[in-house]
């Protein structure tokens, strides 16, 4: 199983300053690489593909970047609808998929 | 625009049964395998099962396999997961979620329901 950790546990941001979420793979996944979004009482929401491919209705400000085993979610000029927790997820190793354990973004 | 809609959750004792079922709305059901998804209280995102676009492909996660059956039927635009024999780790919210690729089975997904709960407790 590929193991996907992600940090920090809880990141607290100002609103319009930025984000910088990080996840890592236990071995190399290439760019399969997802990350979502998820809100208390909602579904998740996907924002990222493929390492670095902004998900339909996305704004700019999400950004993904990194391949193999490291990789980055930043969001730039945070919005208070941005704070939530962010989960980064290998697609690589089908159909043993994995998430990460998640990261809270909150209000600083 | 696309819709997931779950249904069937609830209270069970363990070893007893429970079929879950997704609506969905949108798109072109057929053409995109789906998924379902689960979160137990206070963990991470856990993927449970696909099944391909024409129902014929089916995967499970070690932890359900043997014991839970993902289906679908395409003439109604619905997905389900039978899920017998359950533990008490099978508690969760498990949402349905709609494969990212058509035509194939990417395993990263673009839209999810709402889920629904399910507790299996004596």
């Known amino acids: 199983e590929i193991v996907m950790t992600q940090s920090p546990a809880t990141l607290s941001v100002s609103p319009g300053e930025r984000a910088t979420l990080s996840c890592r793979a236990s071995?190399?996944?290439?760019?399969?690489l997802a990350w979502y979004q998820r809100k208390p009482g909602q579904a998740p929401r996907l924002l990222i593909y493929?390492?670095?491919t902004r998900a339909s209705g996305i704004p700019a400000r999400f950004s993904g970047s990194g391949s193999g085993t490291e990789f980055t979610l930043t969001i730039s000029n945070l919005q208070s609808e941005d704070f939530a927790v962010y989960y980064c997820?290998?697609?690589?190793?089908?159909?043993?998929?994995?998430f990460g354990q998640g990261t809270r973004l909150e209000i600083k | 625009q696309v819709q997931l809609v779950e249904s069937g959750g609830g209270v069970v004792q363990p070893g007893r049964s429970l079929r879950l079922s997704c609506a969905a709305s949108?798109?072109?059901?057929?053409?995109?395998?789906m998924h379902w998804v689960r979160q137990a209280p206070g963990k991470g995102l856990e993927w449970v099962a696909v099944?391909?676009?024409?129902?014929?492909?089916?995967h499970y996660a070690d932890s359900v396999k043997g014991r839970f059956t993902i289906s679908r039927d395409n003439s109604q635009n619905t997905v389900h997961l039978q899920m017998n024999s359950l533990r008490a780790e099978d508690t969760a919210v498990y949402h349905c979620?709609?494969?990212?690729?058509?035509?194939?089975?990417?395993?990263?997904?673009?839209?999810w329901g709402q889920g629904t709960l399910v507790t299996v407790s004596s």
């Open positions: 979620a709609k494969d990212g690729d058509i035509g194939g089975a990417d395993y990263y997904f673009d839209n």
């Open positions: 949108g798109f072109i059901f057929s053409n995109y395998g």
């Open positions: 099944v391909a676009s024409d129902g014929r492909d089916k």
């Open positions: 071995q190399s996944v290439r760019s399969n």
């Open positions: 493929g390492g670095s």
């Open positions: 997820q290998q697609y690589y190793n089908r159909p043993s998929i994995t």
